[in-house]
C-alpha cells in the first residue's frame, strides 16, 4: 500500500502529493485512503482500498487482480483515461468524480447473478439520498439517475465457471464534483454538485455508497431488495425502446420481475426483457 500522501499512478510510480495538497483544487475534497478508512464502516467491504490519480479504467485493474486471487478489495481513481460503460462504450471520468471498482466472490450460481446488480444499484441510491437527501432513482437496467438525469451508472462483469460464479466486479461511476455541460446535451448528464448547488464531499460518500454496498450485498435476493430496487425505477410505467441483439421492441413497462426483467406490454401482449439498451419515451411518465 502507499503511505500516507502518496498516490499511486498506473505506471507503478507512487506520487509524492504535498501535505496533502490537491493541486486540482479543493483540498478538502482530495481523496486520501487513511482518511476514508478511518471514517468506513464496512465490516470486510474496502479494508483493503487502493487509490490511484489516473488510471485506464478501475474495472480493468479490479479484473486483473480478481484474476490473482484478491476479494474485498476496492480501486478507486480520480480520474480514468479508459473508463468503460455496458459494451464497450466509454464513460467519461474527469477529476472529481467518483470512480471505483469492487471485487466481490458471490456465493450464488451465475443464474442469479442479476441479483448483484439489483443490490447495487440500490445501494448506490440509498447512499446518494440518504446522505445528500436527493432523491435518486434506478433506470433500467444500470443507471443512477436524479431528475430524470444520468447521475451514474453501474458496470458489472462477472467470471464464471460452468454454473458457478468465481467473481464479480462491480464498477461504480458517480459524477459527484464535476461539471456536467462539456458532456453531449443527448447524454442528458447531471453531477451531484450541479444537483445541490455545491460541491459534496466525496470522502463522506464513498464511504457510505461502501456500506450500503456492503449491507445490500449481504441481504441480495431477498423481498426487501427486490421491492425497494422495485420502488426506485423510474423505468417501471413509462414507454420504451429497447434494442437488443434481437431487435428494437417499443412498450409500456408494466412491471419489473423478481429477475431483474422487464415486462413490457406491447399492442395487448406482454413481453419479458432481460437485456439492451432502453430508452424512455415520452408519455405515460410515472414520476
Ligand atoms: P447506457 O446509459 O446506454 O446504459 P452505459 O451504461 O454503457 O450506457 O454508459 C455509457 C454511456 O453513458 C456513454 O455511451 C455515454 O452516452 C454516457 N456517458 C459517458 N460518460 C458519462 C458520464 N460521466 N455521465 C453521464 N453519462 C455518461
Known amino acids: 500500500m502507499a503511505s500516507r500522501n502518496q498516490r499511486r499512478s498506473t505506471d507503478g510510480e507512487a506520487q509524492a502529493m504535498s501535505s496533502g495538497h490537491d493541486p486540482r483544487g479543493n483540498d478538502s475534497d482530495s481523496l486520501d485512503e487513511e482518511r476514508i478508512l478511518s471514517g468506513l464502516e464496512t465490516r470486510w467491504l474496502g479494508r483493503d482500498l487502493l487509490l490511484f490519480d489516473r488510471i485506464v479504467s ?10 490473482k486471487g484478491s476479494r474485498g478489495s476496492v480501486i478507486l481513481a480520480e480520474s480514468q483515461t479508459g473508463g468503460r460503460g455496458r459494451l464497450s462504450r466509454s464513460w467519461e471520468s474527469p477529476p472529481g468524480g467518483i470512480w471505483m471498482s469492487l471485487i466481490l466472490e458471490p456465493d ?18 440509498r447512499a446518494i439520498s440518504s446522505l445528500l437527501g436527493l432523491k435518486a432513482g434506478i433506470k433500467w437496467p444500470n443507471d443512477i439517475l436524479i431528475g430524470g438525469r444520468k447521475v451514474g451508472g453501474i458496470l458489472m462483469e462477472i467470471q464464471a465457471n460452468g454454473e458457478r460464479l468465481e467473481y464479480a466486479v462491480v464498477g461504480v461511476g458517480i459524477n459527484a464534483n464535476i461539471d456536467p455541460s462539456p458532456f453531449p446535451g443527448e ?101
Do not use: F
Request: proline fraction near 1%; charge should be negative; include cysteine.
Open 58 to 67: 478501475t474495472n480493468e485493474l479490479a479484473s486483473s487482480l480478481a484474476r
Open 187 to 287: 447524454w442528458m448528464a447531471t453531477s451531484l454538485s450541479q444537483e445541490m448547488g455545491s460541491s459534496i464531499c466525496r470522502t463522506a460518500l464513498i464511504q457510505r455508497i461502501l456500506l450500503e454496498m456492503e449491507r445490500a450485498y449481504e441481504s441480495m435476493g431477498s423481498e426487501e431488495i427486490y421491492d425497494e430496487w422495485r420502488q426506485r425505477s423510474v423505468t417501471l410505467g413509462r414507454m420504451v425502446r429497447i434494442s437488443a441483439r434481437s431487435g428494437e421492441v417499443v412498450g409500456e413497462v408494466v412491471d419489473l420481475a423478481r429477475d431483474g426483467a422487464l415486462m413490457l406490454r406491447i399492442n395487448g401482449d406482454l413481453m419479458r426483457v432481460l437485456e439492451g439498451d432502453c430508452i424512455h419515451l415520452r408519455g405515460l411518465e410515472r414520476k
Open 108 to 125: 450464488i450460481p451465475l443464474a442469479l447473478a442479476y441479483q448483484i446488480n439489483m443490490a447495487v444499484c440500490l445501494a448506490a441510491c
